[in-house]
């Protein structure tokens, strides 16, 4: 159950954040999944989340996560991964750059019978700062 756990939540992120192919994951999300984010004003329903995902990446060009760490117990998974790109649009409050950046970002996902039904996500936006040097 552990590692059919990660492999859902490996599949879910390149869906997701990769190929920003939708169409093919809300089998891997549970009826009433619910996502919070740190820069997130309120939790958001799936259909919200995929459009928040929508809106990063056609933010950042060239976007990639690159699961940098991937732990497991029960029916609990969190990844540490590394989000990169070029900012073409304002995104997480910061202005566009020429500059590719990489976020930081710890998730943690709750799954039930094999779907997720939540997911909560810090992204560590001072990195970025740091990167183009604002403030």
Do not use: C
Request: charged share 20%; glycine share 6%.
């Amino acid at each position: 159950m552990i590692e059919e756990n990660k492999r859902t939540v490996i599949k879910l992120i390149q869906l997701v954040w990769n190929q920003g192919n939708h169409a093919l994951v809300r089998p891997l999300l549970d009826v009433g999944f619910v996502y919070q984010g740190s820069l997130s004003e309120a939790p958001m329903d799936a259909q919200e989340f995929l459009d928040h995902a929508r809106s990063i990446r056609e933010s950042v060009a060239d976007f990639h996560v690159a699961i940098e760490e991937i732990v497991a117990e029960n029916d609990s998974v969190v990844t540490f991964s590394s989000l990169a790109g070029q900012l073409v649009k304002p995104v997480f409050g910061l202005p566009p750059s020429d500059r590719v950046v990489s976020l930081p970002v710890v998730s943690i996902y709750h799954l039930r019978h094999g779907r997720v039904r939540d997911l909560t996500t810090l992204y560590d936006v001072q990195a970025i700062k740091r990167q183009l040097g604002v403030s």
